[in-house]
């Protein structure tokens, strides 16, 4: 009979698109809030949630820092975080926002804040480490001021590449280049951190300026947390959340990627021919 028989295959599709959607739905929109997402893992009460959730505060002083970590760990997705970093002096403070695995085989994906005087610009530092080794280290001055208010910082993370985005601007991509024989990050699930800590050491070109202790404890800030990952298999993904799995950035991204390194970027290894005068990196040779 046609009739049932379609009837009853339409039933069993709609059954199937609710559990799709449903899937990828509660993932997607696992809109932030910091009890649920998030462990205070040290700094004892330099580590605080509040405002019911939204709001989380990392804070060093000289006897030390803070930190914290997500509960889940991600195998591919998006993962947007709003920072507000230490206003002032915040020089020989870092703060660091990273992805990372375990053991020492692991992939990292990170962003470190370097802190700075009073008026002169923080450098976002960003590296990317893949089965245990990085130094892959890009550095950028920002458009704007850090301190004043709350930037998005995102990490678009498929099996194509890695994308580092500031207010939804890329200005850092890690392509997949296992072709060339370049390990790319794909089969251990990551942990999200953030840290705030002292590195007066080597975080302003190398210790020539010291953290001012007058001015702790120092204070910086995150709230709408946003993972957009698919709970199973990503590759099934029709229903799913889509653009961070598309390949490659489109055009006006692509504009925006080159506006950036143009104007902002400050250091690269790639380009770093003293570094690598015994020949770059495979990655760097594209
Ligand atoms: C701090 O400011 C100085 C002077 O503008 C600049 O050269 C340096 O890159 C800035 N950042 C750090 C972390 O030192």
Request: glycine share 8%; with cysteine; aromatic share 16%.
């Amino acid at each position: 009979m046609p009739m049932a028989s379609s009837y009853i295959n339409s039933g069993f599709s709609i059954i199937l698109f609710v559990v799709l959607v449903n899937t990828c739905s509660r993932v997607a929109n696992a809109a932030g809030n910091f009890y649920q997402d998030f462990d205070l893992t040290w700094g004892e009460n330099r580590a605080k949630i509040f405002r019911e959730g939204q709001l989380l505060s990392l804070s060093l002083d000289k006897t030390s820092g803070s930190g914290f970590q997500s509960k889940k760990e991600y195998l591919f997705g998006r993962i947007d975080m709003q920072l507000k970093l230490v206003a002032g002096n915040s020089a020989g403070t870092v703060t660091a926002y990273y992805l990372s695995s375990q053991g020492p085989t692991h992939d990292e994906i990170d962003y470190e804040f370097l802190g700075n005087v009073t008026g002169q610009p923080y450098i976002l530092h960003t590296n990317v480490f893949t089965q245990g080794k990085g130094n892959r280290e890009q550095q950028f001055y920002l458009w704007f001021d850090p301190t004043k208010n709350f930037h998005t910082y995102s990490i678009i993370w498929n099996p194509q590449h890695i994308v580092f985005l500031v207010d939804n601007t890329p200005i850092r991509v890690f392509k997949n280049a296992e072709s060339v024989g370049v390990p790319f990050p794909k089969k251990q699930p990551m942990r999200i951190y953030s840290s705030l800590w002292n590195a007066d050491d080597w975080a302003t070109r190398g210790g020539l300026v010291k953290t001012d202790w007058s001015r702790a404890p120092f204070t910086a800030y995150y709230r709408n947390f946003n993972a957009q990952t698919c709970s199973g298999s990503c590759s099934n993904s029709k229903f799913a959340n889509g653009a961070w799995q598309s390949q490659g950035l489109d055009a006006y991204s692509q504009r925006r990627l080159k506006w950036v390194q143009k104007n902002f970027m400050i250091y690269n290894y790639c380009t770093d021919y003293k570094r690598f005068s015994q020949g770059f990196p495979l990655e760097c040779r594209r």
